[in-house]
């Protein structure tokens, strides 16, 4: 099938985890032998290689500058339809004519209004990647600043109404769009890496980190998690370092806080030319989300190399764990339990295998999923 995928998401550099799904999404279609036209509503100034790279990615790469001028109202929720722009919608239904497009995928809730340019014969698919409803105030209480998208609950059952099929990203999610649509249109289909695991190797708890890009929520996360584990350092030092990656340190630099003292077990890298050899340099991996929806792709890209990984309770969502070591219900909890590891290297190798078991079960079930749309 001729499949056109929408989506306001450059293809290269890769170091979100946005990209890092819709990469997934892409190479499954075409092992399954669909021809994949992606049309990226450009937001950026993207490189003559990383477009180049773009172009050898997919089958047919289109772009359209993104024209869109948006509106919020007082209470901070954007207007419907605010991001579409006039003559979007023809572009999409003539590119579905040259192409003769069977699918569209619609990345995000608030381009939706472009299906209604598709024609009637095509399948529409929204990908919400996240729960929309009420997302501002979240961010806010818990003093983020609401960045990105947010809308009425009213308003992401109107968005999601223009699909046949509706991608979630966890069970909750899944059950919350088709409540508010009144409708079984959504499914859960979650972000999946091809297993790919590391031999396994000697045990040690020296290196710990994470990869976070460049968002609020990650600076403020980043920022607690730092804190908490300085604390616990200051009280009960342990040979242990902290590595941070991704383009999270763009945000540190920015607002002062960073570089941080040479004294100091902590390390900002930013990004890296490789994900695979960032995790290769780690003895463990840490979640340290405390709260959101969607999935923690990072987290699902370090199980799916086998690595052992510490998580709070909110972090490993959307994969089926009860594990003692996935479950900490605070940073103090999660650091709590870094330093026993530490102080016992031996239970890493049951941690090890606990990521391939949880992962392989993750993967066969989202695949399939996948597979059936």
């Not at 450059?10 to 992606?38: C, D, E, M």
């Not at 003292?261 to 900002?268: A, H, I, K, M, T």
Request: proline share 3%; net charge negative.
């Amino acid at each position: 099938m001729d499949i056109l995928y929408f989506a306001p998401i450059r293809l290269f550099p890769k170091g979100h985890g946005n990209i890092a799904t819709v990469h997934q999404y892409i190479k499954r279609l075409r092992s399954l032998g669909h021809r994949v036209h992606y049309v990226l509503l450009n937001e950026g100034c993207q490189s003559g290689k990383d477009l180049f790279f773009s172009q050898k990615f997919v089958d047919t790469l289109d772009i359209i500058q993104n024209k869109e001028n948006i509106i919020r109202d007082n209470d901070g929720y954007y207007t419907f339809d605010t991001r579409y722009f006039e003559g979007l919608g023809e572009k999409i239904h003539d590119l579905c004519l040259r192409y003769k497009i069977d699918i569209v995928i619609c990345t995000y809730i608030f381009h939706s209004k472009i299906l209604e340019f598709v024609p009637d014969h095509v399948i529409k698919i929204i990908d919400t990647h996240d729960k929309m409803t009420d997302r501002h105030l979240f961010l806010r209480a818990h003093a983020i600043k609401d960045e990105f998208f947010s809308c009425t609950r009213e308003d992401e059952a109107r968005y999601l109404s223009r699909a046949d099929i509706i991608w979630a990203r966890r069970d909750e999610e899944t059950r919350f769009f088709n409540e508010i649509t009144g409708t079984s249109k959504a499914m859960t289909v979650s972000h999946f890496d091809n297993p790919c695991f590391f031999p396994e190797k000697r045990t040690r708890t020296r290196r710990v980190g994470f990869l976070a890009s460049d968002n609020e929520v990650n600076h403020t996360m980043v920022k607690n998690v730092i804190d908490v584990f300085l604390r616990k350092m200051e009280k009960e030092p342990a040979d242990i370092r902290l590595v941070i990656s991704g383009g999270v340190r763009k945000m540190f630099e920015a607002d002062g806080d960073y570089p941080f003292s040479r004294d100091l077990p902590v390390e900002l890298v930013g990004l890296v030319p490789e994900t695979e050899d960032f995790y290769r340099s780690l003895d463990i991996v840490i979640v340290p989300i405390m709260f959101g929806t969607g999935i923690n792709v990072k987290m699902i890209e370090a199980m799916s190399f086998g690595m052992p990984v510490l998580s709070t309770r909110c972090g490993i969502k959307g994969v089926q764990s009860d594990s003692f070591w996935h479950t900490a219900d605070s940073l103090e909890e999660l650091i709590d339990r870094l330093w026993m590891l530490w102080k016992n290297d031996s239970a890493l190798v049951s941690l090890a295998h606990l990521s391939r078991e949880c992962f392989q079960s993750f993967f066969e079930k989202n695949v399939r999923a996948f597979d059936s749309c």
